[in-house]
């Protein structure tokens, strides 16, 4: 099970934390991401960590502003945003998926409910 929180309203050039509480077992194998939905487009890949969190994957809109990370004692995922933008308003959700990561969101198969990110 994975659930997201932290999300919320926020202005332009902000920041806000996201966590993701994990409680799916892992083994160490898992990949974790976050990805964000906008209404009227597809879900895109965001942020994805690797099980030792050794390598990261950003999108090009993330680089710079968003950092992903993780405390494995506490089975917390996080993405740390600031520069929000506007266009960044959006659904977020934490997602695991066995090695190999991917930054296709078709191909992870476990979701969190989403947190709501508004940036005005």
């Known amino acids: 099970q994975l659930v997201e929180s932290g999300g919320g309203s926020v202005q332009a050039e902000g920041s806000l934390r996201l966590s993701c509480a994990v409680s799916v077992y892992t083994d160490g194998r898992y990949c974790m991401g976050w990805f964000r939905q906008a209404p009227g487009k597809e879900r895109e890949g965001v942020a994805i960590i690797s099980p030792d969190g050794g390598s990261t994957y950003y999108a090009d809109s993330a680089k710079g502003r968003f950092t992903i990370s993780q405390d494995s004692a506490k089975n917390t995922l996080y993405l740390q945003m600031s520069s929000l933008k506007a266009e960044g308003t959006a659904m977020y959700y934490c997602?695991?998926?066995?090695?190999?990561?991917?930054?296709?969101?078709?191909?992870?198969?476990?979701w969190g409910q989403g947190t709501q990110v508004t940036v005005s």
């Open positions: 997602a695991s998926r066995r090695l190999p990561c991917s930054s296709r969101p078709s191909e992870w198969y476990w």
